[in-house]
């Protein structure tokens, strides 16, 4: 494992150029975005098709027009699922992921299954399509492995669409989940995939203010949501979970690993373009994220690297 290379390179300071210049910058954003498309399709991830599915809440394989029409029921979904007194933290209003709108926005949500099955299909060698589902097992596997019980309440924080909620669900079906996210939309295509009525429920809420009463839950996740976090926020979000366990519960985070080798031999400019779609990723890597968990009332966490480039820490409440 060696530290990320931070150092600015010609190639890097020249992709940073590019993004200054806002055409420049939109023109790259578009190269890239085709290029995903079209290396997704080419793996088994049909992007188009299914993006085009979900956005009129028909079957993938419906004879629909290119440009389908938003389904209309979405944004009573919407309306359904959002707390209409939430006022968004500044941090969270950043574009993220190239969406200007980052995730508060109709494109963007429609996009997380699709994304996250194209970004993880590259981890393991040969992976494809099954990277995602890998990349959770592989998470999961670490947690069994260091959980005595079974929980019974388990709160998924950053649940986006509910990709981790419903994983978790498989894992420990007889657990009640609450998902949880700012993203009102990530939460109606939550909503709108669950296939039971009581578990999981969606919760439109900060995490590191959470509303949600003390002691109320054995397990507290957060897959894939610190990298996306400014680190003062991180540890509120560690002193919150503290609050939200009951004696013995478990804190798992599954996340980036910053001292993995792949991140470290990344080119440099790809690093710089990976970093401008992730405000925070730079203090995510520089973060101590270990001793900030001890310091909110937690056991030192285990660290545990469950993939090439991912990290698992689990701690329990002190
Ligand atoms: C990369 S996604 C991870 C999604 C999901 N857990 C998974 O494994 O696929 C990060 C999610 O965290 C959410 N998020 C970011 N900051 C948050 C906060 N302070 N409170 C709640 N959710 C937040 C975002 O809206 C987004 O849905």
């Known amino acids: ?15 940073n150029g590019v993004l200054a210049v806002k055409p420049l910058a939109s023109l790259a954003k578009h190269q890239a975005r085709t290029m995903m498309i079209k290396r997704a399709e080419s793996i088994g991830v049909y992007w188009r098709e ?12 419906t004879q629909l027009a290119p ?10 979904d919407l309306a359904r699922i959002q707390n209409p007194a939430l006022e ?19 494109e963007a949500a429609m996009e997380v299954e699709v994304a996250a099955h194209a970004v993880h299909a590259r981890i393991w060698l040969d992976a494809g399509a099954q990277g995602d589902a890998m990349l959770r097992q592989s998470y999961h596997d670490v947690l069994k492995a260091q959980l005595s019980t079974e929980p019974r309440d388990i709160l998924d924080l950053g649940c986006s669409v509910g990709m981790s909620t419903f994983a978790l669900q498989q ?33 439109h809420a900060p995490a590191e203010s959470t509303g949600l009463p003390d002691c109320s839950f054995d397990l507290i996740s957060a897959c894939l949501l610190f990298h996306e976090l400014p680190r003062t926020v991180a540890v509120q979000i560690f ?9 013995g519960g478990h804190l798992a985070i599954m996340d980036m690993n910053p001292k993995s080798d792949v991140h470290a031999k990344m080119p440099p400019y ?19 994220m270990e001793g900030a968990i001890a310091s909110a009332g937690f056991t030192p966490p285990t660290v545990t690297c469950n993939s090439p480039r991912h990290r698992t820490l689990v701690a329990q409440v002190c």
């Open 171 to 203: 894992v420990f079906p007889q657990a009640k989940l609450t998902g949880l996210d700012l993203s009102p939309y990530f939460l109606a295509i939550a909503h709108y995939r669950t296939p039971h009525p009581t578990s999981p429920t969606w919760l």
């Open 239 to 247: 002193r919150e979970a503290r609050r939200l366990l009951r004696p």
């Open 50 to 61: 299914e993006v085009k599915a979900l956005r009129s809440r028909c079957q993938p394989n």
């Open 1 to 15: 494992m060696t530290a990320v290379n931070a150092s600015p390179r010609l190639a890097s300071r020249l992709v």
């Open 270 to 288: 790809v690093l710089t373009l990976l970093k401008s779609t992730e405000p925070y990723l730079d203090d995510y890597f520089t973060f101590n």
């Open 88 to 106: 968004y933290p500044e941090y969270y209003l950043r574009p993220f992921h190239a969406y200007d709108e980052g995730n508060l926005g109709w």
């Open 67 to 76: 440009n389908a029409e938003l389904s209309p029921d979405w944004e009573a």
